[in-house]
């Protein structure tokens, strides 16, 4: 399936909100957190959310399950704030149950 462009202005807004949370850098993912990730990978290789739909999955991504935003102690909460997700349930699932909803799609494939 093709990815919809995105209009105008919701890429404005997309703009807007990561020039106010800074760069990945400045949020703390730098050289340690790589080291972190990568062990944390090896020693919890399967995505949680796969898991519970009755799936093996490899996980290539570590999620904060509660968003740090800024809380360093939150941030490096290895035992009770990470999860090893595949990138599909990260990029979508995990969004969308932060957000908690779901976004309605019209049919020509654009939120509603």
Not at 33 to 55: D, I
Not at 62 to 77: E, Q, R, S, Y
């Amino acid at each position: 399936m093709v990815a919809m462009p995105k209009p105008p202005e919701l890429r404005a807004r997309q703009r807007e909100h990561d020039a106010k949370r800074g760069s990945a850098r400045e949020r703390g993912y730098n050289s340690r957190w790589e080291k972190a990730r990568k062990t944390y990978l090896m020693r919890n290789p399967l995505c949680v959310m796969c898991k519970r739909e009755g799936r093996v999955t490899p996980a290539t991504v570590v999620d904060h399950i509660a968003p740090h935003k800024g809380d360093t102690a939150l941030f490096w909460d290895t035992e009770n704030n990470w999860q090893p997700l595949c990138k599909p349930h990260h990029d979508r699932g995990k969004q969308q149950e932060e957000r908690g909803r779901f976004q309605a799609v019209g049919e020509d494939g654009w939120p509603l």
